[in-house]
């Protein structure tokens, strides 16, 4: 017989580090295209935007981790508030610095198209 609570745990988790690696993958490709782009606008804007990634990627690992507690039937109230109190602000600042960085990044594109 499956035990569809393990099944379903690891399926949570297996899906959050996939993303989480998705996540920090994608950081890395973007801080080595600053590399070949040198110091210019877009080089700039990518290295932005990837912080924002990396902030995102440590927002879902802590996302997976209370998950997966919370699947595993912890309850202790204070340390989950404590995980909410972590991941909310990861999500947050990643967010604003990707939104922050993309538009800065395409306001200097279209200001040298003027």
Do not use: H
């Not at 690992?61 to 909310?88: H, P, R, W």
Request: proline letters at 1%; hydrophobic letters at 50%; aromatic letters at 10%.
């Amino acid at each position: 017989m499956i035990d569809t609570q393990k099944l379903l745990t690891i399926f949570i988790e297996g899906s959050s580090f996939v993303s989480v690696l998705a996540g920090i993958a994608a950081g890395f490709i973007m801080v080595g295209v600053t590399k070949k782009f040198g110091s210019g606008i877009l080089a700039s804007g990518f290295k932005s935007i990837a912080v924002g990634i990396f902030f995102i990627a440590g927002g879902i690992l802590v996302d997976a981790l209370e998950s997966y507690l919370q699947v595993s039937g912890f309850t202790s109230v204070s340390f989950t508030n404590i995980l909410l109190l972590i991941k909310a602000p990861l999500f947050i600042i990643g967010t604003y610095i990707i939104v922050i960085g993309s538009k800065r990044t395409g306001d200097k594109l279209e200001s040298l198209t003027k």
